[in-house]
């Protein structure tokens, strides 16, 4: 299928053909980030057919879900989406969605390389990858660092290790763990260590629980285990309670990155790595003729691939995987709607009107 241009890039997908009956058995929808193309992109299920939808987001990055709907961390701003299940329907096209996300409110960070964003303990915590550090927002001030890994002396722009991943408890509570590309101290370094520097850290203790990963994204606890992508060999890991010794999930035709998991089943984001120094040599590339960009979905019992959506063209890479239970088709309205082609909404407070 091939959706209008995103500034003159077409947008082509396809998608495996019960995709849209697995959302609706589950009882989801999803919003993905897409890095490259600096876009959210709405995923739903609407009389039995997959819906699309595309809103302008500089950058976009880190999704999750907050109290009060999503949160977006962009190049220089995070972004504050309340959720409205009033007006959906009559956003365009009328009686087509049944929630809606609108930009109303966002906290200027400026330029932090803003990765994994989490709602935990009441605060939305972001990985400043810029200043290798967990930080939280709180004006009048850009960032607030609450946490660095052990290995980084002090705060200060110059990105060391690449941190990027955040995992918090299940039940909402403090972050527990985060990923980084490498153990190191200095500008760029963890760029010579790519391949097999990625480590996974314990952010009550600062211990490291494993080493030699490549390029690890998104670790994320669910159901008492800890799952996380090991994002340069293009596979899905495991990691009990108590235990160093991963195993792998599953193995996907694709960079990994942008994991959330939702009724036993985990959606996973692939991206078709560029052909930089940054992504070269790495053993995904090695082992696939052809990487997907796009969504997968494991079934975490089986460890089969359950559902897919590939991006063929105006979508190269996915950063972040947000679930939205309960919500069928979401629409986002973002702060570009003159880009985005669609409708301008106003919220008033009812008693205004």
């Given at each position: ?11 082509s ?46 950058q976009?990055?880190?999704v999750c ?10 190049r220089?701003?995070?972004?504050q989406?309340?959720?409205?299940r ?14 809606a ?29 810029l200043?290798?550090?967990?930080a ?14 052990p290995?980084?002396?002090?705060i200060?722009?110059?990105?060391h290790?690449h ?25 760029n ?12 850290i ?9 080493r ?19 994002s ?15 195993f792998?999930?599953?193995t996907?035709?694709?960079f ?7 009724a ?20 995904v ?20 691939l ?8 105006g ?9 939205l ?15 985005d ?8 407070p009812?008693?205004?009107?």
């Amino acid at each position: 299928m091939t959706l209008a241009p995103l500034e003159a890039v077409a947008v082509s997908y396809e998608h495996s053909a019960d995709l849209p009956a697995l959302l609706d058995r589950l009882g989801v929808s999803l919003v993905l980030s897409t890095y490259q193309a600096g876009r959210l992109v709405g995923v739903g299920s609407r009389a039995g057919a997959l819906s699309l939808s595309f809103s302008h987001f500089d950058q976009a990055m880190g999704v999750c879900r907050t109290p009060a709907g999503l949160a977006v961390g962009c190049r220089q701003m995070i972004w504050q989406l309340p959720a409205d299940r009033a007006i959906a329907p009559s956003l365009s096209p009328e009686r087509e969605h049944d929630i809606a996300f609108l930009a109303r409110t966002g906290h200027l960070t400026g330029p932090l390389m803003v990765h994994d964003l989490a709602w935990a303990g009441e605060e939305l915590w972001l990985v400043n990858t810029l200043f290798n550090c967990l930080a939280t927002c709180s004006s009048p001030w850009s960032f607030v660092p609450r946490w660095q890994p052990p290995f980084i002396a002090q705060i200060g722009p110059g990105d060391h290790c690449h941190l990027n991943g955040l995992a918090v408890a299940e039940d909402g509570g403090a972050p527990l763990w985060a990923t980084a590309l490498a153990e190191t101290d200095r500008p760029n370094g963890w760029r010579e260590r790519k391949a097999r520097g990625g480590c996974l850290i314990h952010v009550p203790t600062g211990d490291i629980a494993l080493r030699g990963l490549a390029m690890p994204h998104s670790p994320r606890l669910y159901q008492g285990r800890l799952l996380l992508l090991n994002s340069g060999e293009g596979s899905m890991l495991g990691l009990e309670s108590g235990s160093r010794q991963p195993f792998i999930l599953a193995t996907l035709p694709g960079f990994t990155r942008g994991l959330d998991c939702f009724a036993g089943h985990a959606f996973i984001g692939l991206s078709r790595i560029r052909e930089t120094a940054v992504f070269g040599d790495l053993p995904v590339r090695q082992t696939n003729q052809e990487l997907r960009c796009g969504l997968a979905i494991i079934d975490l019992a089986s460890g089969e691939l359950a559902g897919f959506l590939w991006f063929h063209s105006g979508v190269e890479e996915i950063f972040s995987v947000c679930v939205l239970p309960g919500w069928r088709n979401p629409v986002i309205l973002g702060p570009d709607t003159q880009t985005d082609q669609t409708q301008t909404a106003w919220l008033v407070p009812p008693a205004s009107l």
